[in-house]
């Protein structure tokens, strides 16, 4: 059974520390259901565009942004086969268990279009510096023992979506299409894990913001496969892999917390643009209930009383908020 050879450093840790906490963001933070939806829908029509940039296919964002809204029924077919990948890798992430034939009804929905029966075979011709055709079966059969093991299980699920990357890309079992291969299993694995963020990001895309430092990783891990005395140490693979999705997590994490404000002010008014320190008081008001004189101080340690009540006046005026009680004993909260 093949086993990946890799040592845990401390910027890998750093890098997932990061990314859990987007994670954590993405799980307690509250945000529209459309404009989830519409995140949802963004990240979907990105990972298209991204694949089909990296296989050389210039698209227009707009084309595919209409297929995927269900306005365009005749877009390249690779344009819809991804999409039906897409949708197939979810399904199989279902399963919590990753086969060899699914991975060949994987690709052959990639070049096909459809699943069958008979599912693709591994190609036949030799690919200078992968592994030969007679080899295939035997690695693939090796790296699926291992993602299904308990050694698989046990080991960190973005760790193992960039060794899975790797080998795909190392072994290229099929005739083509192995970058587009890799990415789809290895979001099959985040999305088993929970790591793929509520469908709101593709982390493991990240890489294409930096496709420069991808190359240059790339090469370095095909020049240790090829050099047998220094064998395939992934170290430096993973590290760059997970600093690329720690990179993209830094800034979702922003992003993410941003559209959560708005949710809580937007709840609050519906109707009416905040200034700062009026989106401030409604998000107080959402976090604790009330808003008393007493806390003025606390809320804006720099502005004046006088100033703060002209601001509640507003929000009293414009109905999302109501006051209780008189004079310095008085409570506002959210209508």
Not at 16 to 25: G, H, P, V
Not at 111 to 122: C, E, L, M, N
């Amino acid at each position: 059974m093949y086993t990946p050879e890799y040592t845990i450093t401390n910027k890998m840790l750093e890098s997932l520390t990061k990314i859990e906490y987007l994670r954590a963001i993405a799980e307690t933070k509250s945000i529209f259901l459309s404009w989830q939806k519409n995140l949802q829908k963004e990240t979907r029509v990105n990972f298209i565009k991204a694949n089909l940039n990296l296989l050389g296919i210039q698209t227009d964002i707009e084309e595919i942004k209409r297929f995927v809204d269900g306005l365009s029924r005749n877009p390249a077919d690779l344009v819809k086969n991804i999409e039906k990948s897409m949708n197939y890798s979810q399904l199989l992430a279902q399963s919590f268990e990753t086969k060899e034939k699914g991975i060949q009804n994987m690709y052959r929905i990639i070049t096909d279009g459809k699943r069958s029966d008979s599912p693709a075979p591994y190609r036949q011709e030799k690919i200078k510096g992968k592994t030969e055709p007679e080899e295939i079966l035997a690695e693939m059969t090796g790296l699926i023992d291992w993602l299904n093991s308990l050694d698989g299980a046990e080991t960190h699920p973005l760790i193992k979506a960039a060794i899975i990357k790797a080998n795909i890309m190392k072994i290229a079992p099929f005739k083509n299409y192995h970058e587009l291969l890799g990415n789809l299993i290895s979001y099959q694995i985040l999305k088993v894990s929970k790591y793929d963020i509520k469908g709101l990001c593709h982390l493991e895309m990240a890489y294409c913001k930096d496709l420069a430092g991808y190359r240059k990783a790339r090469k370095d891990l095909e020049q240790k496969e090829a050099d047998k005395e220094e064998g395939e140490d992934l170290t430096e693979w993973i590290d760059f892999y997970l600093r690329t999705m720690a990179s993209e997590a830094t800034t979702k994490k922003e992003e993410f917390l941003l559209l959560s404000k708005d949710t809580k002010i937007a709840a609050a008014t519906g109707k009416a643009k905040l200034s700062r320190r009026q989106e401030k008081i409604v998000a107080y008001l959402q976090d604790y209930g009330t808003l008393q004189n007493k806390d003025f101080e606390r809320l804006f340690p720099k502005i004046s009383e006088d100033t703060v009540l002209r601001e509640l006046k507003k929000l009293v005026n414009w109905e999302i908020i109501v006051k209780k009680g008189k004079t310095k004993s008085s409570q506002y909260e959210l209508k």
